[in-house]
T-cell receptor
Framework: DQQVKQNSPSLSVQEGRISILNCDYT??????FLWYKKYPAEGPTFLIS?????DKNEDGRFTVFLNKSAKHLSLHIVPSQPGDSAVYFC??????????????FGKGTKLSVIP | NAGVTQTPKFRVLKTGQSMTLLCAQD?????MYWYRQDPGMGLRLIHY???????AKGEVPDGYNVSRLKKQNFLLGLESAAPSQTSVYFC???????????FGSGTRLTVV
């Protein structure tokens, strides 16, 4: 059973426009959420996170929104740049039923920013 | 540079061969993890360790063994490689287990 879902395998956006990547989760015990970015042939790198006590966290061009009642979070990138083209993984932390010492990742969304 | 180092970066194995993937971190992190990434499957946890001398199974542990004899090293072993183990393997470490993993650059393993 997939506890963190990224239903869009890919997304294409024009340079300068907004990119919105979505993530849903099913486990109400998750209390911390993260986004990782991955370029080809590299390991994932941490991008931004949000605690369940907040509904928004901003870092430059990147903003993460959390809707706890809907068990939904989204990553907004404004404005999108060609260098943002990568795979974005949503991850959640908390009591996943398998211990609280690990992150549960979604399958990823490949973002392509078209110049 | 501080971080997580994985060796080797690439390897081709024949079915039935064995090998060990090495992960080393120099951040004095307590927690270490091995993930595999397959197309359309995201990152799946194989095994993890919450401290020196400890290991635990993740989501997809079958066919793999691990050891954490030293705090800075986490080894992933394949005793008898199978084509289904063709994947990209990532090691990660974390200080507190829940937040902010640091990943290595990956090992691309092909089993023929």
């Amino acid at each position: 059973d997939q506890q963190v879902k990224q239903n869009s395998p890919s997304l294409s956006v024009q340079e300068g426009r907004i990119s919105i990547l979505n993530c849903d989760y099913t486990n109400s015990m998750f209390d911390y959420f993260l986004w990782y970015k991955k370029y080809p042939a590299e390991g994932p790198t941490f991008l931004i996170s949000i605690s369940s006590i907040k509904d928004k966290n901003e870092d430059g061009r990147f903003t993460v929104f959390l809707n706890k009642s809907a068990k939904h979070l989204s990553l907004h990138i404004v404005p999108s740049q060609p260098g943002d083209s990568a795979v974005y993984f949503c991850a959640a932390s908390g009591n996943s039923g398998a211990g609280s010492y690990q992150l549960t990742f979604g399958k990823g969304t490949k973002l392509s920013v078209i110049p | 540079n501080a971080g997580v180092t994985q060796t080797p970066k690439f390897r081709v194995l024949k079915t039935g061969q064995s090998m060990t993937l090495l992960c080393a971190q120099d951040m004095n992190h307590e927690y270490m993890y091995w993930y595999r990434q397959d197309p359309g499957m995201g990152l799946r946890l194989i095994h993890y360790s919450v401290g020196e001398g400890t290991t635990a199974k993740g989501e997809v542990p079958d066919g793999y063994n691990v050891s954490r004899l030293k705090k800075q090293n986490f080894l992933l072993g394949l005793e008898s490689a199978a084509p289904s183990q063709t994947s990209v393997y990532f090691c990660a470490s974390s200080q507190d287990g829940n937040y902010g993993y640091t990943f290595g650059s990956g090992t691309r393993l092909t089993v023929v």
